[in-house]
């Protein structure tokens, strides 16, 4: 698998310098397949009239494959324990905050006032702690999940092949694992300890789970943390990895881009919004029919453009503290990071709405649920 990561590689390094002329752009965007160069020449578009072409480009590729709909969903934090010490995140074992872990009983309640709300579609998160947050414990938390919800997802520790097919079994869909940074010097660097050191583990969490009986994988990098364009045009190769080995799944990508978590960490790099914009537009160029995601770490004007042109899913409503839905907590104080889209649900859906685009709760197995 790691092979697509030499061939990115490669292409970066031939290609860092490269600057498509308008003209060849033009030419790139008239073919109805892009190759590997022409992924890696558009990466370094730069005029604002080039990445407009792009855009009008991807959002035709965006509603013939996907129509009008933008999928919902909302993160659940069962639990903040960690035993990582990645300098940029706020879960660090090495931060000195309160630790919580839900109780059965709690992860009920916020899963029914998360349906109280509108959300029908839950991501259920966890810190990096096999002993504090065990695979027991996320099993059931799913297990009371499927129950409540229309689609379940996971964003835990990676898991063996074994510990998939058991969540699978009982209705688990999806996963979500963003590999941090692609590039391995750096990735050594940031994760200096615990089990989140093993660059290859996780590397191949996507595929065991997609052999294991999931349908649905999100992954991408979390930009700032190494050299953005390198890291996208890696994430971008791997979703298409993964979209050929496993042409039934429904696989996403993701750019989430760094923001504060209460650390001292000052990232390597900063992703403006032009760059940002451009990113997802590409992948929406090269990758037709693959998803593309955008959570509330992005303010709420640049969510609501982006839905018009390449955006498949989104978060709404989100609280990144444990038990943030049932109880009113100082989500600043408490998060994993800062949330920048604070809007309800409601207020998501009925933008949505007004773009003459249809929000919707979808899982594999129980059909959909439109609003």
Known sequence: ?????????????????????????????????????????????????????MAKKAQKLTRENFGRVILLYAPLYIANYCQNGCVYCGFSCTKNYKREKLSFEEIENELRKMKEEGIDSVIILTGEDRINSSFEYIEKACSIATGLMSEVSIEVYPLYEEEYKRLSSIGVVGITMYQETYQREDYDKLHPFGPKKDFEFRLNAPERALKAGFHEVCVGPLLGLSHPKKDVLCAILHAEYLLDKFPKAEISISFPRFRSAGTDFIPSYTVPDKEFIKFLIIARLYLPRAGIVVSTRERASLRDALIDVCITKMSAGSKTTVGGYAEEKDEDAEAQFEVEDRRSVSEVVDVIIKKGLRPEFTNWVKGVKSI
């Open 1 to 53: 698998m790691v092979s697509f990561l030499k061939e990115a590689e490669d292409l970066f390094e031939e290609y860092k310098d490269y600057v498509p002329s308008h003209k060849e752009i033009c030419e790139i965007l008239e073919k109805e397949f892009l190759t590997k160069e022409d992924l890696a020449k558009l990466l370094n578009a730069s005029s604002k009239e080039d990445i407009m072409l």
